[in-house]
């Protein structure tokens, strides 16, 4: 059964338009999964995952993609092989709007994360 989304996030998920919700929905539904005792919140404007205290997630629909952000600098550079076919900035993945990114891949990113903590 999923986890009901907080009164606060949930318009920020409905605020984005399809696909891009499904998507963004679908990659929260998996966060969720791998981290269950999360705390969602919102930080700079999109919903987001924090653990102990620190955001390790956030999710953004934007017009062309969706995009996945570890709220970290210093983490993207660390997996290029696993995302060698995403377009990238430091801080972020532009995600195709229709493509979630895989539970083993968020993963990884989450993971390394919280080791950063």
């Given at each position: 059964?999923?986890?009901?989304?907080?009164?606060?996030?949930?318009k920020h998920y409905l605020s984005?338009?399809?696909p891009h919700?499904?998507?963004?929905?679908?990659?929260?539904?998996?966060i969720l999964e791998l981290i269950p005792n999360a705390e969602e919140v919102?930080?700079?404007?999109?919903?987001?995952?924090?653990?102990?205290?620190?955001?390790?997630?956030?999710?953004l629909a934007n017009k062309k993609h969706v995009g996945y952000?570890?709220?970290?600098g210093g983490i993207l550079h660390l997996f290029p092989k696993e995302l060698a076919k995403l377009t990238t900035t430091k801080s972020a993945i532009h995600v195709?709007?229709?493509k979630p990114l895989s539970k083993t891949?968020?993963?990884?990113?989450?993971?390394a994360r919280i080791t950063q903590n």
């Open positions: 059964m999923s986890k009901a989304i907080p009164a606060v996030v949930r984005a338009p399809q919700q499904s998507t963004m929905l679908e990659m929260r539904k998996r919102v930080s700079y404007g999109m919903p987001a995952f924090k653990v102990d205290g620190v955001i390790v997630a956030g999710l952000y570890p709220f970290s195709p709007v229709d891949l968020i993963k990884k990113l989450i993971k």
